[in-house]
Structures are given as structure tokens and as C-alpha cells.
């Protein structure tokens, strides 16, 4: 632990609020639907789901690392730490009123045309099935990336909350907590990705997905809402 402020309980209940969010789960539902085309046996799309996960654990880590050390190293933690509440409260906000009017007025999701370009980037993929397997799962690699920067308006804010969290604190400190939460993250996509080796098809995983969108976005917006107040009122604040 370090500081009064942030517990192991909500690094973990902040990344297990950002894996199941709708934005998420339906791009590796529609990801392993483009596996099951590719690589057609069981064990490859294990593998290449696997491979998946691991480059999203990777760029999602750099990123928290990248902005956690540019906001300690330009002395901006205090601000960077209001800003990150503010935008909880924000986001939680509009994801409860999806909860109510799913998909109507601004609702948080991917940036313009990120979905149109991953269908364009797994054709593309697709196209070069026959060549080195190699290069297929290279590719593969290449798209989860992708994905996760595309996917940061949809999904960042609890990420982003927590960060704001561990900005009070020293970066050499804050390095184990974001191991953490990024290892907790991935951890329902693995739970997907066996269900899918196990036999279960990306159809049902997709009627699962529309089934509990709007309860999931619910639960991420009231946890967003209460963790923003919570950052405010943990300053004290004198109104």
C-alpha cells in the first residue's frame, strides 16, 4: 500500500470494471470470430487469442506508465489528479444513462471509424492466411495494438482514475499496483478466449454481450461516479 487514498481492493475492482466493459468484449468476440476463420483449429486460435492478450497487456501497461511518468515528471500530479476525477464522474455519468437510453445522445465509445478500420485490417489479414504462419500471428499482434489505442475513449476511464491515484504517490511505488491492474484486465478475455477453444462460437458470446451491455455499462458508471467523488473528497477540500 501507499497512501490512504488507494487500495489494492480498488486497483482491482477498477480492472475488473474496464475488462468487462460492452467496447471490449465485443471487439474480441468479433476478433475471435476472425480466428476461427484464420486458423481454424482450436489450439491456433487459443494461441493467437493468447498472443492477443498478451500484446493488449503490454501497450495498455506502457501507456499507464507513459502518462503516470509524464505527469510526476512535470509536476503536475495535483492537477492531473483532479482532471482524472472530474472525468470519472463525467464518463460514469454517461455510462449510467446508457444503462436507460442505450446508444442514444453521446455515448462513450471508440474514436470515429475505428470500427470500420479493424474490419478493414482483418481483411487484410485474412488475405495473407495462406502465407508463413508467422506472419499471420504477426499481424494479429499488430491489430491488438491497434485495437487498444482505438479503444482508450471507450474504456480509459477507470484506467485513467487510477492512475490519477497512483500520481500521489512515487512512481517506483506505483509500479506494482499497475502491474496488477493490467494483469486483472485481461483476465476475462482469457475467460472468453477458453470459451471459445472449449467450443463455445463467437454467436453466442455476442448474444451474451447485447444481453448484459446495458447492465455492464450500469455497473462501470456507478463505480466511475463513486470513484470520482471519492478522489474529491479524499482531498479534503475546503468549498
Same mark, same amino acid.
Not at 154 to 178: D, H
Not at 189 to 203: D, F, K, M, R
Not at 223 to 229: D, P, T
Given at each position: 500500500?501507499?497512501?490512504?487514498?488507494?487500495?489494492?481492493?480498488?486497483?482491482?475492482?477498477?480492472?475488473?470494471?474496464?475488462?468487462?466493459?460492452?467496447?471490449?468484449?465485443?471487439?474480441?468476440?468479433?476478433?475471435?470470430?476472425?480466428?476461427?476463420?484464420?486458423?481454424?483449429?482450436?489450439?491456433?486460435?487459443?494461441?493467437?487469442?493468447?498472443?492477443?492478450?498478451?500484446?493488449?497487456?503490454?501497450?495498455?501497461?506502457?501507456?499507464?506508465?507513459?502518462? *503516470?511518468? $509524464?505527469?510526476?515528471?512535470?509536476? &503536475? #500530479?495535483?492537477? @492531473?489528479?483532479? %482532471?482524472?476525477?472530474?472525468?470519472? /464522474?463525467?464518463?460514469?455519468?454517461?455510462?449510467?444513462?446508457?444503462?436507460?437510453?442505450?446508444?442514444?445522445?453521446?455515448?462513450?465509445?471508440?474514436?470515429?471509424?475505428?470500427?470500420?478500420?479493424?474490419?478493414?485490417?482483418?481483411?487484410?489479414?485474412?488475405?495473407?492466411?495462406?502465407?508463413?504462419?508467422?506472419?499471420?500471428?504477426?499481424?494479429?499482434?499488430?491489430?491488438?495494438?491497434?485495437?487498444?489505442?482505438?479503444?482508450?475513449?471507450?474504456?480509459?476511464?477507470?484506467?485513467?482514475?487510477?492512475?490519477? *491515484?497512483? $500520481?500521489?504517490?512515487?512512481?517506483? &511505488? #506505483?509500479?506494482? @499496483?499497475?502491474? %496488477?491492474?493490467?494483469?486483472?484486465? /485481461?483476465?476475462?478475455?482469457?475467460?472468453?478466449?477458453?470459451?471459445?477453444?472449449?467450443?463455445?462460437?463467437?454467436?453466442?458470446?455476442?448474444?451474451?454481450?447485447?444481453?448484459?451491455?446495458?447492465?455492464?455499462?450500469?455497473?462501470?458508471?456507478?463505480?466511475?461516479?463513486?470513484?470520482?467523488?471519492?478522489?474529491?473528497?479524499?482531498?479534503?477540500?475546503?468549498?
Amino acid at each position: 500500500m501507499f497512501g490512504e487514498n488507494l487500495t489494492l481492493g480498488i486497483v482491482i475492482t477498477a480492472a475488473l470494471i474496464d475488462a468487462v466493459n460492452p467496447c471490449v468484449l465485443g471487439v474480441l468476440i468479433f476478433l475471435i470470430a476472425f480466428m476461427t476463420r484464420v486458423f481454424k483449429s482450436p489450439r491456433k486460435i487459443f494461441l493467437g487469442g493468447l498472443l492477443y492478450t498478451a500484446v493488449v497487456y503490454v501497450t495498455y501497461l506502457f501507456i499507464g506508465f507513459g502518462i *503516470l511518468k $509524464a505527469a510526476l515528471s512535470a509536476d &503536475l #500530479a495535483a492537477i @492531473f489528479y483532479w %482532471i482524472a476525477a472530474l472525468i470519472a /464522474i463525467g464518463a460514469g455519468l454517461f455510462e449510467i444513462k446508457d444503462y436507460f437510453w442505450y446508444g442514444k445522445g453521446f455515448s462513450l465509445q471508440m474514436f470515429p471509424g475505428a470500427a470500420k478500420r479493424i474490419k478493414w485490417y482483418v481483411n487484410r489479414i485474412e488475405a495473407v492466411e495462406g502465407r508463413h504462419p508467422l506472419i499471420l500471428f504477426l499481424t494479429t499482434a499488430a491489430l491488438g495494438v491497434f485495437v487498444v489505442l482505438v479503444e482508450l475513449p471507450c474504456t480509459g476511464a477507470p484506467y485513467l482514475a487510477i492512475l490519477g *491515484l497512483l $500520481a500521489k504517490g512515487k512512481y517506483a &511505488l #506505483a509500479v506494482p @499496483f499497475l502491474l %496488477i491492474y493490467n494483469f486483472v484486465f /485481461i483476465l476475462p478475455l482469457i475467460v472468453i478466449i477458453s470459451l471459445a477453444y472449449l467450443g463455445t462460437s463467437s454467436e453466442r458470446l455476442e448474444i451474451w454481450r447485447k444481453k448484459h451491455r446495458a447492465l455492464m455499462r450500469l455497473f462501470i458508471g456507478l463505480f466511475l461516479v463513486c470513484l470520482g467523488f471519492y478522489m474529491i473528497y479524499s482531498l479534503n477540500p475546503v468549498f
